[in-house]
């Protein structure tokens, strides 16, 4: 794995206003290890040159964002694919308790929670989080890599789902869910 770098050249791309776009997707932003100035530059790059226009940021170290972003048309989202913690699958990220504390506490208008890929949870902890957090809309999808991970049963991931929607919280099922909700 090559370790992250900046591309100066990006930050002079001219990206339009009045749009969303998803900046850093091909890195976490906000991981550990990302360099403060990196963030800062970028940040400048957004706010500065297309304030017109909404970023969107996500992270899996949301207790990073309460420092840098306070663009009130930024949407923040961060990846909480199961309230269990299973260190050796999630790496260096912060377990996805911590994600929820760091999330739910963040004073940020606009925020996303994807739960991908969706790991078996315990249903009344995953819902009371996600009331919590209050997001506006939450994206669910499966692990499309075949990694056997420890996937919830068709029936609990339709009981969250179903629960969700009750509540009135906007949910996107990605393509890849339908292997899970078939069985």
């Not at 226009?53 to 309460?66: A, H, I």
């Not at 997001?135 to 999808?141: D, F, R, S």
């Not at 499966?142 to 991931?157: V, Y």
Request: one cysteine or more; hydrophobic letters at 35%.
């Amino acid at each position: 794995m090559k370790p992250p770098r900046v591309d100066e050249k990006e930050l002079g791309e001219k990206v339009g206003i009045e749009k969303t776009i998803f900046m850093g997707s091909g890195i976490d932003m906000w991981a550990e290890g990302i360099p403060d100035e990196w963030i800062r530059d970028t940040l400048t790059y957004c706010d500065n040159k297309f304030p017109n226009n909404t970023w969107f940021f996500q992270s899996k170290n949301p207790g990073r964002f309460g420092d840098w972003v306070s663009n009130k048309k930024s949407i923040l989202c961060t990846t909480i694919e199961t309230d269990n913690y299973y260190p050796i699958i999630m790496g260096k990220c912060p377990s996805p308790e911590k994600r929820y504390q760091d999330f739910a506490n963040l004073k940020q208008p606009k925020k996303m929670v994807t739960i991908e890929p969706v790991m078996d949870f315990n249903i009344a902890k995953l819902l009371y989080w996600l009331i919590d957090i209050n997001p506006i809309q939450i994206n669910i999808g499966a692990d499309s890599g075949g990694n056997h991970l420890p996937e919830p049963s068709t029936k609990k991931l339709k009981l969250l789902i179903g629960r969700l929607m009750h509540l009135g919280l906007k949910v996107h099922l990605k393509q890849n869910l339908n292997r899970l909700l078939k069985e």
